[in-house]
């Protein structure tokens, strides 16, 4: 049974390092011209002309939030933080 100094082990592990970084660097390659050809997700434009408002008005605005902050909580399991409510016509 032979032993391995300990300069043939730190070449033979620097060799096994250096191989194993090549193959992630080529796997990053060849993966990063598949993230162009993946859909790309648009956001949703809203009209900058109808300024949002800190104050319910009408009890349907009151409704719309507590409904809206219920599917939140349900959907994410996160607490809602209402920042703003407009009303859209």
């Known amino acids: 049974?032979?032993?391995?100094t300990f300069s043939e082990?730190?070449?033979?592990?620097?060799?096994s390092i250096t191989?194993?970084?090549?193959l992630i660097g080529t796997i990053m390659l060849a993966i990063s011209p598949l993230k162009k050809l993946s859909p790309q997700i648009k956001k949703?434009?809203?009209d900058e002309s109808i300024q949002p408002t800190n104050s319910i008005t009408t009890e349907d605005m009151m409704v719309a939030a507590l409904v809206a902050s219920i599917d939140y909580k349900e959907e994410t399991g996160k607490e809602p933080f209402l920042k703003s409510i407009?009303?859209?016509r």
């Not at 082990?9 to 060799?15: E, I, P, T, V």
């Not at 191989?19 to 090549?22: A, D, E, N, T």
């Open 86 to 88: 407009r009303e859209i």
């Open 1 to 4: 049974m032979m032993l391995f």
């Open 44 to 46: 949703a434009r809203y």
């Open 19 to 22: 191989i194993v970084i090549l």
């Open 9 to 15: 082990g730190l070449g033979f592990s620097l060799l």
